[in-house]
């Protein structure tokens, strides 16, 4: 069954050649043993810089591609048995332009350096630090060869100076931040690139052509480093946090107006062997994150938010499942699950109390986490994550009785990934997840006990890299009462109890489900033209969900793209890129549910400007499995939608970005939507930006509601409830970052939020598998107008490397309204006397290398 549904594919045969191209000889460089370590201040006078061998010669990216830099850079690279040293003049007719920002920011707006290391020389991973004129660090992980994880921190220093002839700076960077073998005699992979905000001349050390997607596998490699010893790096980072809630509004015997608590935690981080590290956390907090913004979900999916806590971010790259180093992936009208959702970890407790007054808990408690990351035996990258959460109670009234009930139960989270490199331009690499549960008596019915989940991928580039084969293929299990296994048949995710589906069966009495996916690409890496090929599939039972994230399954979706991108500069451009589009979508059971075009054009003007258009449409030839939540297929109108918008040039002073899109569809619905952004450094120092969103929906057949009707065979014993829903949402971002200097710094994030629907012409559909409705005799009033604002305020001060203070401010105000008018004036004064809750802490961390 499964070959017939993909015999509408067409797929070419590509005639790939294996022949490589004549290599170029691959750049030398030299460092020196310092016999005294230099001081780490920006003033070169150290001995060693007087005889260390200069790295110079850049070569332009921008403006002028593969000609020698205007503003020529001069690296020398020193080390000790502790740590490896970098000087660096960066020579310019005119002072180099500063800027402050928080550490990790965006730094176009000044003068910076990134100097990149491969200290395991395997061409494909590494690690790079950058400094800017102000000394402003940002550090990052190199994976996949093309890509970079600026989540990793690492703990080193660094100095600059500004001159009237450009800038200077000075770096130190310990052996434990690096990971390298233990042997006499090192060779690492080394390239450093420099950006001139002044003149808008971006250089490298050593070129590679904006043409070719290649970076870590085209570093010149650095000699003359010998005698040194890895350092297991044995890191220990406690922490305590002070914190006040204050709630305007607690209608609640349970919920005080004001509480405080305070905590305490510890980060440990430990170099099992020169390239496999440990980090660990005991009760982790994450209160100097910034809120989740606020946003409107009528579908029946989850909203997937993303991941901003610090032990989750760093290193993620490692757990990343199908991240071959393709220059580009497309998916339309259909999203690749996520296989490691670390969202999931400490989420919102999933158990519901129906009572008369509640106090649940809003996350759950990570007792400990730790992982495992590194490269292990020949050519092996390995990461294990385990994290165990906390069994969480809530309070709750009814009547006279109180008592409490579990809402969340203890749950262990285990990730496992391992990938190889072998021959000379293909990986492999298996996953394997699980979630564990001790579920109470009254989760049973609603939690599954265990998910599983084990997949392999891996990839093949061809022909000097021109091109790549991307495949993966997996299967999933979980297992639990017959209730939790019927709730995940029911899912919004695969429907299994649909009327009309003739290849899946509701089963309410299983205890387990099982099911399974993949997908194979392949696409051109170089050269103007890059087509793009894929073939994926999600089995109706596939569920990740645990530790994942998945919007639904029961799909086979395939596309062929071709893409055109010109980088070579021209009178008026210095980039265009172009691609056009055909992808189609089936069931398992054969229907149509997708079938559509779609193509995007973008230009990068000479003086940095950029315009872009989109369109696409869909045909009437499609149905749909989700729209009634479970009930009948029924028929959905194309629709054909077109977009567009421009950007200034972001690294001025002043820079704004607008966009727009219209679609329609072929029931008279509609919608559009405006964003723009403004930001503006009035100095230095601060950066201002607003980001205001409006959007408008006129949609002519919305799902309300399901009625059972038995009496009603067309569409198999239920009234399904449609109506015409007008709604309109207003979001605005408005976010302030002063710095003070390169270690203390104030951001500010403020989001009103309103939103409106406005339910109308209720109707029910009148057979399965068509688009026609009759009117309904529904009365009910699911009319919405939601008010919200959210808020953050965070001073970070870095008392030394690795150490630091944050104090916080945050806020979460809304309420809702039973009205589905827009009325900016009315929801925006409505705003302050929302309910709200106010958290402000403060939270102190210390770093201790052992």
């Not at 070419?12 to 191209?21: D, E, G, N, R, S």
């Not at 090192?186 to 970076?215: C, D, M, Q, Y």
Request: no cysteine; proline share 5%.
């Amino acid at each position: 069954m499964m070959l017939r549904r993909l015999a509408p594919i067409v797929v070419a045969v590509l005639p790939f050649t294996l022949a490589a191209q004549e290599a170029k000889p691959r750049p030398v460089f030299r460092a020196v043993r310092a016999e005294q370590a230099p001081n780490v201040d920006a003033d070169l006078s150290d001995p060693v810089w007087q005889t260390a061998p200069e790295m110079t010669n850049f070569t332009q990216r921008d403006p002028n591609e593969g000609q020698p830099a205007v503003g020529q850079t001069r690296i020398k690279a020193a080390y000790t048995n502790e740590a490896i040293y970098f000087a660096a003049v960066m020579e310019d007719s005119e002072p180099a332009r500063p800027l402050l920002a928080r550490r990790d920011s965006d730094l176009n707006n000044g003068d910076y350096i990134r100097i990149s290391i491969d200290s395991q020389l395997d061409r494909l991973n590494g690690a790079a630090f950058v400094i800017n004129a102000s000394n402003v660090q940002m550090d990052m992980i190199l994976y996949n060869d093309i890509n970079d994880d600026i989540s990793w921190d690492a703990v080193w220093d660094s100095a600059a100076k500004i001159t009237k002839n450009g800038w200077v700076a000075e770096v130190r960077i310990p052996f434990s931040q690096l990971r390298f073998q233990d042997k006499p005699v090192h060779t690492w992979g080394i390239n450093v690139s420099r950006w001139n905000a002044r003149t808008r001349e971006s250089s490298r050390l050593v070129h590679s052509p904006k043409s070719e997607s290649v970076f870590v596998s085209r570093f010149g490699d650095l000699e003359g480093i010998e005698g040194i010893k890895p350092k297991r790096a044995f890191e220990v980072m406690p922490y305590g946090v002070a914190r006040t809630d204050l709630r305007s509004r607690a209608d609640n015997p349970f919920i005080q107006s004001t509480s405080h608590q305070m905590d305490a935690g510890l980060d440990v981080k430990y170099g099992i062997t020169p390239n496999l590290t440990l980090t660990g956390t005991i009760n982790p907090d994450f209160g100097q994150v910034e809120v989740d913004p606020a946003v409107l979900n009528l579908s029946q999916f989850e909203t997937s938010l993303t991941e901003k806590r610090p032990f989750f971010t760093e290193g993620a790259s490692v757990f990343r499942f199908g991240n071959g180093p393709a220059s580009s992936r497309w998916g339309f009208n259909m999203s690749f699950p996520t296989f490691f959702y670390s969202r999931r970890i400490g989420r919102t407790p999933q158990g519901f109390i129906d009572a008369d007054y509640v106090d649940s808990p809003g996350e759950t408690t990570i007792l400990g986490a730790a992982k495992v990351t590194g490269k292990v035996g020949k050519g092996w990258t390995v990461g294990i994550f385990d994290a165990l959460t906390d069994q969480e109670e809530g309070w709750y009234r009814l009547g006279s009785e109180v008592g409490k009930q579990t809402v969340e139960p203890m749950t262990n989270y285990l990730v496992a990934r391992a990938t190889k490199e072998y021959g000379k331009d293909s990986r492999a690499g298996f996953m394997f997840t699980s979630v564990n549960r001790r579920l109470s008596d009254n989760l049973e019915p609603v939690l599954r006990e265990s998910s599983y989940f084990g997949g392999i991928d891996g990839y093949t580039l061809l022909k000097d890299k021109s091109w790549i084969v991307e495949w993966l293929t997996g299967g999933s299990m979980v297992e639990g009462s017959q209730d939790a296994i019927a709730r995940t048949q029911r899912g919004a995710a695969r429907y299994y109890q649909r009327p009309d589906a003739g290849h899946v069966e509701y089963d309410p009495t299983r205890t387990s489900l099982t099911g399974y996916m993949g997908r194979v690409m392949v696409a051109k890496q170089k050269g103007k033209w890059r087509p793009n090929f894929q073939v994926q599939a999600l089995s109706p039972g596939l569920e990740i969900n645990d530790l994942g994230f998945l919007t639904r399954t029961d799909a086979i979706s395939s596309h062929a793209v071709l893409h055109y991108l010109n980088t070579d500069q021209t009178k008026w451009t210095r980039e265009i890129s172009t691609w056009a589009s055909k992808y189609q979508n089936w069931n398992f059971d054969g229907d149509l549910t997708s079938n559509g075009v779609a193509g995007n054009f973008y230009v990068l003007l000479k003086n940095y400007w950029s315009a872009y258009a989109w369109g696409g449409g869909t045909a009437d030839d499609r149905v749909s499995d989700q729209a009634t939540r479970g009930g009948p297929t029924m028929l959905r109108p194309g629709y054909t939608y077109f977009g567009g918008g421009f950007g200034s040039d972001s690294r001025k002073k002043f820079s704004v970005s607008i966009e727009g899109e219209q679609l329609t569809d072929g029931m008279g619905g509609s919608s559009d939507f405006i964003w723009s952004s403004f930001t503006y450094r009035p100095t230095p120092a601060m950066r201002i930006s607003v980001t205001p969103m409006f959007s408008r929906l006129h949609e002519m057949a919305q799902y309300v509601t399901t009625i059972a009707d038995p009496s009603y065979a067309p569409t198999f014993g239920n009234r399904y409830v449609f109506a015409t829903l007008s709604q309109r949402t207003l979001d605005i971002g408005i976010r302030t970052e002063w710095t003070m200097n390169a270690r203390l710094s104030a951001q500010l994030y403020v989001q009103p939020f309103i939103a409106s629907g406005d339910y109308s012409g209720f109707k029910t559909l009148v057979r399965a598998r068509d688009d026609e409705f009759e009117a309904s005799s529904y009365d009910g009033n699911p009319d919405f107008n939601l008010r919200s604002v959210r808020g953050s305020a965070v001073v970070r001060w870095e008392l030394r490397p690795g150490s630091s203070m944050y104090v916080v401010w945050s806020e979460n105000r809304a309420d809702v309204a039973p009205v589905g008018d827009f009325r900016f004036r009315r929801d925006f004064s409505a705003l302050p006397d929302a309910p709200s809750q106010d958290v402000f802490l403060v939270k102190f961390s210390y770093w201790l290398p052992i």
